[in-house]
């Protein structure tokens, strides 16, 4: 069965940065884009970014531009995603998910929590 | 950007029809999707392209979208369906996905 897990959570100071891992299983991990979403408390579901698993090409939210970097490992079959400049605002739990063909989400990660503290 | 509206939440006796709207401008013209999310658990994809199921999704969930409104429609339910339902829309005009805040469907 398709699987989706997420790296564990992760405390880090204003300023540095963190990558969370997505390590997937259960279908061909280069045919299906990854997609990462974020939601900090009490706000919405947030899109940060995807990326092709197959050529490895990736794009950014706007928001995200020139903080975030999704990457891949195909070997591995694992995406992850690292923001970096991280202000207490990044505070959030961070999910990966798998997209079908240009259509929607069809597999999420169990989510991964950031904090951003002093 | 595109903004999607959602109660914040939804109250139904078990056995009784949930009905979980998401507004948008002129949503009718896009793809609503639909994702539950159970405490400590995955988002699940519930419905997709406004009205069709995934396979393993039971039939009572449903969904229409017309105008400027979406509609989740959820008959009979129960205590299992407790979650955090979220709309999704793919937004042209800013290449980027857009979420609804999101709907705390209670059953009482």
């Known amino acids: 069965q398709v699987q989706l897990v997420q790296s564990g959570a992760e405390v880090k100071k204003p300023g540095a940065s963190v990558k969370v891992s997505c390590k997937t299983s259960?279908?061909?991990?280069?045919?299906?884009?990854i997609h990462w979403v974020r939601q900090a408390p009490g706000q919405r579901l947030e899109w940060m970014g995807w990326i092709n698993a197959g050529n490895g090409n990736t794009k950014y939210s706007q928001k995200f531009q020139g903080r975030v970097t999704i990457s891949r490992d195909t070997s591995a079959r694992t995406a992850y995603m690292e923001l970096s400049s991280l202000r207490s605002e990044d505070t959030a739990v961070y999910y990966c998910a798998r997209e079908l063909e240009v259509t929607y989400f069809d597999y999420w990660g169990q989510g991964t929590l950031v904090t951003v503290s002093s | 950007s595109y903004v999607l509206t959602q109660p914040p939440s939804v109250s139904v006796a078990p056995g009784q029809t949930a009905r979980i709207t998401c507004g948008g401008n002129?949503?009718?013209?896009?793809?609503v999707h639909w994702y539950q999310q159970k405490p400590g658990q995955a988002h699940v994809l519930v419905v997709h392209?406004?009205?069709d199921r995934p396979s393993g999704i039971p039939e009572r969930f449903s969904g229409s979208n017309s105008g400027n409104t979406a509609t989740l429609t959820i008959s009979r339910v129960d205590a299992g369906d407790e979650a955090d339902y979220y709309c999704?829309?793919?937004?042209?005009?800013?290449?980027?996905?857009?979420f609804g805040g999101g709907t705390k469907l209670t059953v009482l």
């Open positions: 259960g279908y061909s991990f280069t045919s299906y884009p």
């Open positions: 999704q829309v793919w937004d042209s005009s800013s290449d980027s996905w857009v």
């Open positions: 002129n949503i009718g013209r896009k793809n």
């Open positions: 392209d406004d009205s």
